[in-house]
């Protein structure tokens, strides 16, 4: 099935207002998502694991845009000491590694779907 931005802004309310998420803001996210979800190995949960992930990428871009604008993720810290100034920033946060995915609840509904349908590689 393909994404259905009416379909997404009722099961998402969050981004139901088109003015702040455009059409083609979700359908990038969509498109974004479907890139990293193999419909072969998802399977009936395909869509659903398009729509959550682009759902994490829509909010995580959000928040991104809210926060200072000059760094990624991570933590900050700053010291200003006269004219000194010296910033610290963590940004290992920032990967794109599934534990990043934890940092919202979009991103914890997604990696639970993709425990039902990936399953791990033991070598015994």
């Known amino acids: 099935m393909a994404f259905d931005v ?27 998502a479907a890139l990293r979800v193999d419909e072969t190995v998802w399977g009936d949960l395909y869509d659903e694991g398009i729509s959550y992930l682009a759902a994490y990428l829509l909010s995580d871009a959000e928040i991104s845009r809210q926060s200072s604008g000059n760094s990624v993720g991570g933590m900050r810290s700053a010291s200003i000491a006269g004219e000194v100034s010296v910033s610290f920033s963590d940004n290992s946060s920032a990967s794109s590694s599934s534990s990043n995915l934890s ?11 993709q425990q039902q349908v990936v399953i791990p590689v033991r070598v015994i």
């Open 6 to 32: 009416s379909d997404f802004r009722l099961d998402f309310p969050q981004f139901a207002d088109p003015s702040v998420y455009s059409d083609a803001q979700l359908i990038r996210a969509s498109e974004r």
């Open 103 to 113: 940092t919202n609840r979009y991103g914890q509904e997604f990696l639970e779907l």
